[in-house]
């Protein structure tokens, strides 16, 4: 079975550029997720969305930065113009609903982003 | 206090040690809590989730101690595969909302010959 895929894998930029990071979660998952992580402050949820609706975005960290999910199988996150300390992984996870107990998320491979 | 602390280490061992990692969280009302793992330049991937009663899956056992709010991983006959960073994963709100979790920095293991 197909994972979360994530695109592109690599991205490097020029400040003030616009980025569009692309996510495709695991079929039937209905929560989608996007975090960023760098060195200094570790994993940090920017955005998550239950059913292509956008739940919780307090991690966003400003309006430079937007995210969509057009349907249950495509997520987009946008920074404009991009800044390079946007500088990071940025990784894609999905995770189903179940009963009970929260379950695990299961990650894309991450897009790794330079802005020079 | 962070929301999830974790010692960075490295922990360097040979092949066949047993090492434990602990992690500490300041939410008392969390009830989710998970061990993640992330190779270098790779995603996070779930190792196992952490139940009250404590679960073992293969040489990897699990524990919580809420009374001290701490969870563990305990790694029996280490291997060079084992060589990762653990990441302790906690839910902060309690319940079981799914955007809630709390990733700490990690441990990182490395395991020699």
């Known amino acids: 079975d197909a994972g979360v895929i994530q695109s592109p894998r690599h991205e490097v930029t020029e400040m003030g550029q616009e980025v569009t990071l692309r996510c495709k979660p695991i079929?039937?998952?209905?929560?989608l997720f996007w975090y960023r992580q760098t060195m200094m402050r570790g994993l940090e949820l920017l955005i998550y969305?239950?059913?292509?609706?956008?739940?919780?975005d307090s991690g966003m960290p400003e309006d430079r930065f937007s995210a969509k999910m057009p349907n249950a199988s495509f997520s987009t996150l946008k920074i404009q113009p991009s800044e390079p300390r946007d500088s990071a992984v940025y990784f894609c996870?999905?995770?189903?609903?179940?009963?009970?107990?929260?379950?695990?998320?299961?990650f894309g491979p991450g897009t790794r982003l330079t802005v020079l | 206090r962070k929301e999830v602390e974790q010692d960075p280490g490295p922990f360097n061992v040979p092949e066949g040690a047993t090492v434990a990692f602990n992690c500490t969280y300041s939410?008392?009302?969390?009830?989710?809590f998970f061990w993640y793992r992330q190779d270098c330049r790779k995603e996070p991937k779930l190792l196992m989730s952490?139940?009250?009663s404590g679960n073992e899956d293969g040489r990897f056992t699990a524990q919580l101690n809420r009374a001290s709010q701490y969870i563990s991983l305990l790694i029996r006959d280490s291997k060079l595969s084992d060589s990762a960073t653990y990441l302790c994963?906690?839910?902060?709100?309690?319940?079981?909302?799914?955007?809630?979790?709390?990733f700490g920095k990690g441990t990182k293991l490395s395991v020699k010959p």
């Open positions: 079929s039937g998952h209905d929560y």
């Open positions: 939410n008392s009302a969390s009830q989710s």
């Open positions: 969305f239950n059913n292509n609706v956008p739940i919780d």
């Open positions: 996870a999905s995770s189903p609903t179940t009963s009970g107990k929260t379950p695990g998320q299961f």
């Open positions: 994963v906690v839910n902060m709100r309690g319940g079981g909302s799914q955007g809630n979790l709390i």
């Open positions: 952490v139940y009250s």
